[in-house]
């Protein structure tokens, strides 16, 4: 009779340390996104025809010049992309150099898209079949990554860039910029 | 204005469960007390306000009111009327109010029903059953409110997740819900034996059936689901270990050892504590299935809403509810009386085995469901699957199926060996054969080369409890008995067959290229656009022949839903007796070819069978004790000669 006892106070305390566990993780923000195994590794080899008449296509050696650059990923079928346009246009205002890979996209389109929601971007290159956005480690778009003057990739943006991540990219760009 | 009939109906019934709790509490206590009185119609009428509640919203759904918002968020004018009508329950706030209702009317039920055991027991029950119920009155009312109004009336609703949208599915939530909520039947009774004392034969008699029919409602549901997954999803998989198919596993595992369990109690005054345990751990199972599946703390391929605060909500039900019987249990178990002992070679000896097996496979599905969730809180991430849940609940399932081969041919209290050599030889020629037929077949796993020979032999040893009897005369019990041990054979066969045989083809094809996958020939006929209510598709038209033989159909389709926009997967299946042909279609390549995928599934349609076996047998049981009870009341009332209680063969 003892030992049953000792056993079912220790299945109140098993019991106990599971609803603790769970109070724990409910209490932790739900992390939903995938981050790519690629931060922190050197920019993977492609060489992208233009999206876009007016501006040049992209390579992974534009990456390699010495000075930190922003790469967004977009297309002008992603809503999102254009509810991220103005900040990304702040960002180039401060100076920030924004190369972009238009996805799955088709060049009328992509002209269109630019001149309603405007331009920030350097260069821009044509990925119709998401391959780079694959070996890049992106899971969906819009994304943003900080890519230093070596090619090495130092954050990810995952989403939207709205206004409070501003800062947070310029910081990310200035710490690539002095790590390189 | 019948929204509002309905939530009025749900404010009463918890003021109904309110008073149920308090008369029963004192109607516990003192047998004479008048309020005891109330707990009974309390019960009732509780059972009739949330019928009424439920009511309200299929109402409002299938007349699509979006002026209620749980409408207006997960329905659509365009919809059928049969899937509006499952929308009901395919969303948060409309489930639980399934799951209260099916609560209220399982209470209902045993308060009118109900009158085997001892009064004070029976109003500690029902005080027990309003007490769990007001924790979930007071989460749907405060925190899942399904009859909101909303101020701005929208002009079209959301639709529903196209998933959903499926014949099966629409009633696989009621089912297992069923299934899970009945199973709190069993809880309350379980915490009216210990607030008693009164643990005996007859408290496990009356609890049986009630678990019984929780017990087939949940095999029927999990069946289901399978089913559903496995021609829905598009993988060709019939079991995934996904977290929510293991919320509905665990409380099954938890009911199938209660079952057996409260037979060696009704039996043999054996178990006693162990089967309290039970009917404490298999609601628990059900609760904390809610939990995981609603809270999302876990990842899982079935998309929940997820609601942080609803989570923290449930966490606490579960806390108080599992906590407390726990903390009752531990306090109240020296007053359980030992029971009968009994020797290892009897029946109660092979139902213990029965039991440890089972409650083992729920500890392993358990760990392996929790364990991301603990190593999360380390920032490891870890998925736990098949190459975990197959082998390490192998470990404890195949012997088991031995034991069960044996089990139901011993007597209670001491048997000897050599009394069962004769049918046990015959099993053991069974499998010999099997075993020598498999080594033909190169390449089988080591699972589902056992399956095979496990399931040949238990198949023989289900029937042979129904050696030497009377087969007109055997009790409906001994025959569900067998029949639900028959399906546990045939469903490990169709596991065993399927992964040891099937053959899978991915092919990219033209029209009119020639596809072959195991025995079947066939051709890409055409492929053409198809629409229906709410949905365009294209359709590959394939003609498949097997073995030569006459041309089928196949037509599966690539689903476009528009409300909301969703890519779906409509297999083609054609069934044989001896197999399933699993024909899948994908998109169309650059180059114009369509990408096809074919599985040649042999026996695979024996899961679900064998699924629908065991519940079948159950069903026997539950007849064969009902019809048996109520000719015994029936005798009883009118002085005649009562009839003996049936034999404690079987379940039920």
């Known amino acids: 009779m003892k030992q049953l006892r000792i056993t079912l106070w220790i299945i109140v305390a098993i019991a106990g340390s599971l609803f603790a566990l769970f109070a724990y993780q409910l209490s932790q923000p739900k992390d939903e996104f995938v981050r790519s195994a690629m931060v922190g590794e050197q920019i993977p080899e492609f060489d992208l025809e233009p999206a876009f008449a007016d501006r040049p296509g992209l390579s992974s050696a534009d990456f390699a010049n010495g000075e930190p650059a922003l790469l967004n990923l977009f297309g002008s079928w992603c809503i999102p992309c254009r509810v991220e346009a103005p900040q990304l246009e702040a960002l180039e205002r401060q100076g920030a150099t924004i190369h972009a890979i238009a996805l799955r996209d088709r060049e009328e389109d992509v002209a269109r898209f630019l001149s309603a929601y405007g331009n920030p971007f350097t260069r821009i290159g044509r990925d119709d079949i998401s391959e780079i956005q694959f070996a890049l480690g992106a899971s969906g778009v819009p994304e943003t990554f900080v890519v230093d003057g070596s090619g090495r990739i130092t954050y990810q943006h995952i989403g939207i860039v709205a206004e409070g991540d501003i800062p947070v990219l310029m910081e990310e760009l200035r710490k690539a910029g002095s790590g390189s | ?34 309020i005891a009185a109330l707990a009974r119609p309390a019960a009732a009428l509780q059972a009739f306000l949330c019928t009424v509640a439920f009511g309200a919203l299929l109402y409002a759904f299938a007349v699509t009111d979006l002026s209620v918002k749980l409408v207006a968020t997960n329905s659509h004018s365009m919809k059928p009327m049969i899937f509006k009508l499952s929308g009901a329950w395919g969303n948060h706030e409309g489930s639980m109010l399934l799951w209260i209702t099916v609560m209220a009317l399982a209470g209902g039920a045993i308060a009118l029903i109900e009158r085997r055991l001892p009064e004070k027991t029976m109003m500690a029950t029902l005080a027990a059953q309003a007490f769990v119920g007001l924790g979930f009155y007071a989460f749907l009312l405060l925190s899942s409110n399904p009859f909101e109004r909303l101020v701005e009336i929208p002009p079209e609703g959301n639709g529903l997740n196209p998933l959903l949208q499926d014949v099966g599915l629409a009633f696989h939530p009621p089912t297992l819900y069923i299934g899970y909520v009945g199973l709190s039947i069993a809880f309350s009774f379980a915490l009216a034996a210990l607030l008693t004392r009164n643990v005996t034969p007859d408290f496990a008699r009356v609890m049986r059936p009630w678990v019984l029919a929780a017990w087939i409602f949940l095999t029927v549901g999990i069946t289901a689901g399978s089913y559903w997954a496995y021609y829905e999803l598009g993988w060709g998989g019939w079991w995934f270990w996904d977290p929510v198919e293991n919320a509905s596993l665990m409380p099954w595992l938890a009911a199938t050892a209660l079952l057996h369990s409260a037979s060696v109690l009704a039996a043999r005054d054996a178990l006693r504590t162990w089967t309290i345990m039970l009917g404490v751990i298999a609601f628990s199972m059900s609760m904390v299935g809610t939990f995981l599946v609603r809270s999302g703390i876990l990842t899982s391929v079935h998309a929940f809403a997820v609601d942080p605060q609803r989570g923290s909500f449930i966490l606490a039900l579960l806390v108080l509810y599992i906590g407390g019987a726990l903390v009752l249990f531990a306090l109240r178990a020296n007053t359980i009386a030992e029971g009968e002992r009994f020797s290892a070679l009897s029946r109660e000896g092979a139902l213990v085995v029965n039991n440890i097996g089972l409650t083992a496979i729920l500890g392993v599905v358990l760990i392996g469901t929790l364990y991301p969730l603990f190593t999360e809180a380390f920032d490891v991430r870890v998925s736990v699957g098949p190459p975990y849940f197959n082998p390490v609940s192998a470990i404890f399932f195949l012997p088991m199926m031995l034991v069960l081969m044996v089990g139901p041919l011993l007597r209670w209290r001491n048997d000897r060996a050599g009394r069962l050599t004769k049918p046990l030889a015959i099993v053991g020629v069974v499998m010999v054969a099997v075993l020598a037929c498999s080594l033909f077949f190169d390449n089988i796993g080591l699972l589902p080369f056992l399956g095979l020979v496990l399931a040949a032999g238990l198949a023989v040893a289900s029937f042979a409890p129904l050696f030497g009897r009377a087969l007109g005369r055997t009790p409906l019990t001994i025959w569900g008995m067998c029949i639900a041990h028959f399906g546990i054979a045939v469903a490990i066969f169709g596991m065993s067959a399927d992964t040891a045989f099937q053959e899978e083809r991915l092919v990219a094809a033209n029209i009119g290229d020639v596809i072959e996958v195991g025995p079947w020939t066939g051709q890409l006929q055409t492929v053409n656009a198809v629409a229906g209510p709410n949905w365009t598709a294209m359709q590959a038209n394939l003609l498949m022949s097997y073995e030569g033989g006459a041309a089928q159909e196949a037509r599966p389709q690539s689903r476009n839903f528009w409300t909301p926009t969703m890519q779906t997967s409509e297999v083609a299946l054609l069934t044989r007796w001896n197999g399933q042909l699993y024909v899948a279609v994908g998109n169309q390549g650059d180059d114009g070819r369509w990408q096809l995928r074919l599985w040649w599934k042999p026996f695979v349609t024996f899961i679900w069978y064998g ?38 063969g079987a379940l039920a």
């Open chain 2, 1 to 34: 204005m019948i929204p509002e009939i309905g939530l009025a109906a749900l404010w009463l019934a918890a003021a109904l469960a309110l008073l149920q709790l308090f008369a029963g509490l004192v109607g516990s206590r003192t047998e004479t007390a008048e």
């Open chain 2, 611 to 648: 699924g629908l076996l065991i519940a079948l047998g159950g069903t026997l049981s539950l007849v064969g004790r009902v019809v048996g009870d109520v000719r015994r009341r029936r005798q009883q009332a009118s002085g005649e000669k009562v009839d003996e209680e049936l034999p404690e």
